[in-house]
């Protein structure tokens, strides 16, 4: 199973996967789109998606401030 983070902000968006089969963990980063937040987004999460041979599919989401 993976899980999958992603953070936007005003420059970058950054994603990281986390393996838990193997317990890695690998980070990406794309640059925003102020515009349009989920271009880069789902850019970041195309990326991510295919270095881990996966197939994206809407799942189940959760948003957490700290």
């Known amino acids: 199973m993976f899980r999958i983070g992603i953070d936007t ?18 980070r990406y980063k794309t640059p925003s789109t102020p515009r349009n937040y989920s271009e ?3 850019k970041a999460l195309k990326i991510a998606s295919e270095d881990h041979n996966l197939t ?7 948003t957490m401030g700290l």
């Open 56 to 62: 994206l599919q809407q799942e189940q989401g959760k």
């Open 40 to 42: 880069g987004v789902i």
């Open 9 to 26: 902000g005003g420059t970058f968006t950054d994603c990281v996967v986390f393996n838990t089969n193997k317990h890695t963990l690998k």
